[in-house]
């Protein structure tokens, strides 16, 4: 609390913040961001809603690029850490596995993306889960590492107030204790033993006392007598930090008539532990300890750390007055006589808390100057990490802004390839193709499990495994992109291929196999995909052309007029599913969209809704032809993927959705009109080849530059 409290008053007045200048939007002061009204927050938020929904249609004439009379790489909002870019920032920062981004509030999505900082507002909520998120990785990675304890005390070299030393023992002759400090650096269960004998006398055998910090844990009727000593172990919860063992003889006896003496003879005590304890990593705490106060100062060894930490935090270097600043916080736990440790955590957390970590800082020279300009390596090197990895730079991106050479289009080149064959660029396939392609539905999907007792939530993971092993493929391959329609070829594992009904690969993780020539080939037949366009009990014509012209073609249909209803989903034993559809497509304000989203859905009925290839529907034969208001016709889902594959569309598509992923905002009318229409020349005159249409946009003028708002 201590750290929470200083921190967050030292950042509320304006400590921290004051490295940052220029103007910051605030995503939440309005609904209108710096490239216009801002969209629909729904996943499926299309940026050309106008577009002609047709799959075969001509497309708009592509611009020349003489129609640019301005290359405006546009000005992004002030970019928040999404809730994957958070977690796996953590991930590289820390050296941790927890996600505490998990406990963050959902990010909301636009255009189709949850990494649109147009739409990813700040609350009071999420600045209460970065406080909690801050104080649990300062403790963890400044955690010292465990000391096991291990150490016996001899009784006769400890001594006592009471008894007298015996040779190896100590004679306690009347009641009292052995007694001795320890101290334990850890939390944990520890083991503790005393070896003893009694001599016997009265009625009962001595009675000993294990104890700690004066609280008894075990009790013992010492029975064993000189000739054969007892060893006895009790296992108790130590808390980090000192304590006292002893041993108690608590019922003495004498009797002089007789001769007889009750005593407690005792050898040694141990303790050894903890047990069951997870050792921190020494490395981790290492990785920011870089340096001992004791060889210099406290304030000399906090700026080196804090120097290196806050470099890889922030994605740049720190200036003098953002150092001074953090030694500050760290001297308020100094001053208070708190060890280097606590001063150090009050810095980290301090830089944890700053926007320049929460936040992708860019800073322009002039607020009022709109005239576009690069933006600088450090801001560069940030841009291509969180677009292929979903995560801070690494150390190699980071020397080369450091001197001023990544933005050299051959080394950005280089880059762009080293970083998509590195296994931090799963990121771009779960988080862009996730998000483009639905993969990140199947989580959230329920089919009905008496109409399809074969779905399972591990048939959901094979699917979107399969998916994802085939899109990674594709990004650093030779193999034109637009091959995805209609690719010979997939990654299955035996539960998929048994759901599939395909010869098993012989895995429990996906493989690539060969697919042999028929329907079930390419994106559009992958049960990933077909599940998500589905409803719970039934197939969706509507669902599966929609995601076809929203998501491949970008040329996502109106928005149903108010009062129309779906079909019923109670089903009509009398009329098959796509009868019913033609009924209600029959309608003069719904045939407009319907005739042309429905025949690409019909064209994938032999799919049912959990992927399954099926003959009938229900008692009816499954028809999948599909036919245009043009005439133009095409049979099941192998024609329909022609049709979309020789669709201009598809590569405009591709090249806009990666676009708007990679800058994290919505096109703006000169982006539709230049810098996407260029992109896409590029791609095709590069076969279509999804590395090259990368490498071409990070190193485009809208992802190497911006410009001020202006006033």
């Excluded at 106008?50 to 004439?61: E, I, L, N, Q, R």
């Excluded at 000189?226 to 608590?250: D, I, K, N, Q």
């Excluded at 700053?354 to 300009?373: A, C, K, L, N």
């Excluded at 559009?524 to 589905?534: A, E, R």
Aim: proline share 8%; aromatic share 8%.
């Amino acid at each position: 609390m201590f750290l929470r409290g200083v921190a967050l008053t030292a950042l509320a007045a304006g400590g921290l913040m004051g490295c940052l200048s220029g103007s910051i939007d605030d995503p939440v002061d309005s609904l209108v961001g710096p490239n216009g009204p801002k969209p629909s927050t729904s996943p499926s938020a299309s940026p050309s809603p106008s577009a002609s929904p047709s799959p075969t249609a001509s497309p708009s004439p592509t611009p020349s690029p003489m129609a640019c009379t301005t290359n405006d790489p546009g000005r992004p909002t002030l970019h928040r850490l999404n809730r994957a870019e958070y977690d796996n920032t953590i991930r590289d920062l820390f050296a941790e596995d927890i996600t505490p981004g998990t406990e963050f509030p959902p990010d909301d999505h636009g255009f189709g993306f949850d990494n649109n900082a147009d739409v990813l507002a700040t609350s009071p909520l999420l600045f209460e889960k970065y406080e909690s998120a801050a104080d649990l990785l300062v403790a963890r990675a400044l955690e010292r590492p465990v000391i096991r304890v291990d150490q016996r005390f001899e009784a006769e070299t400890v001594g006592s107030p009471t008894g007298a030393s015996a040779g190896d023992f100590w004679n306690l002759y009347t009641n009292g204790a052995i007694s001795t400090p320890v101290t334990v650096t850890a939390a944990g269960e520890y083991e503790i033993t005393a070896r003893a004998y009694g001599q016997q006398a009265g009625p009962a055998a001595p009675i000993m006392e294990i104890r700690v910090d004066n609280r008894v844990i075990s009790t013992v009727n010492v029975t064993q007598v000189a000739a054969s000593p007892g060893v006895f172990t009790v296992r108790a919860m130590l808390t980090a930090g000192g304590h006292t063992l002893s041993v108690e003889f608590t019922n003495d006896f004498y009797d002089a008539a007789a001769m007889a003496d009750r005593n407690l003879f005792v050898d040694y005590l141990t303790i050894a532990g903890p047990d069951g304890v997870v050792a921190p990593d020494p490395a981790k705490r290492a990785a920011i300890m870089i340096c001992d106060p004791t060889a210099s100062s406290n304030e000399v060894c906090a700026r080196q750390i804090f120097t290196a930490f806050g470099r890889k935090a922030w994605r740049r270097p720190l200036v003098a007055e953002e150092l001074d600043r953090l030694v500050a916080l760290a001297k308020v736990a100094w001053d208070e006589r708190d060890p280097f440790d606590v001063g150090i955590g009050l810095g980290i957390q301090g830089i944890m808390l700053s926007p320049s970590f929460s936040f992708r800082v860019e800073i322009d020279p002039s607020i009022t100057d709109t005239v576009p300009h690069a933006i600088d390596d450090h801001e560069l090197a940030t841009r291509l990490s969180y677009f292929l990895w979903s995560s801070m730079p690494d150390r190699t991106l980071a020397d080369l802004a450091d001197r001023g050479e990544l933005s050299r289009p051959e080394i950005t080149a280089q880059q762009v390839s080293r970083m998509l064959r590195d296994p931090k660029a799963k990121a771009l396939t779960d988080n862009f193709a996730g998000q483009w392609l639905y993969t990140r539905k199947l989580a959230d999907v329920a089919p009905d499990y008496m109409l399809f007792p074969g779905w399972s939530a591990d048939l959901g993971a094979s699917m979107r495994k399969e998916t994802e092993a085939f899109f990674g493929t594709f990004l650093t391959s030779d193999v034109s992109a637009l091959d995805m329609i209609d690719a010979d070829f997939s990654f299955l594992d035996d539960r998929l291929a048994r759901h599939y009904g395909l010869p098993l690969p012989g895995a429990g993780e996906p493989r690539r196999v060969s697919l042999p020539a028929g329907a079930r080939r390419g994106l559009l037949t992958q049960g990933s995909v077909l599940t998500v366009t589905s409803h719970a009990r039934r197939t969706s014509p509507v669902k599966r052309g929609k995601w076809v012209l929203e998501q491949i073609l970008c040329s996502a249909p109106p928005a149903p007029p108010p009062g129309v209803e779906g079909i019923p989903e109670v089903v009509n034993p009398q009329a098959s599913l796509r009868d019913r559809f033609e009924a209600h497509r029959s309608a003069d304000r719904c045939k407009g969209c319907h005739s042309t989203m429905d025949p690409i859905g019909f064209s994938l009925e032999h799919f049912d809704a959990i992927g399954s290839w099926r003959e009938k529907d229900g008692a009816f034969d499954i028809d999948d032809s599909a036919e245009l208001p043009n005439g133009e016709t095409w049979q099941g889902p192998e024609g329909l993927a022609q049709v979309i594959k020789n669709d201009p569309r598809l590569s405009a598509c591709m090249t806009e959705k990666l676009f708007v992923y990679a800058l994290g905002r919505g096109p703006t009318a000169n982006d539709k009109a230049c810098n996407i229409p260029q992109l896409d020349r590029e791609f095709t005159a590069d076969g279509h080849r999804l590395e090259a249409l990368v490498t071409k946009l990070a190193q485009s003028p809208a992802f190497t530059q911006r410009k001020a708002e202006g006033n």
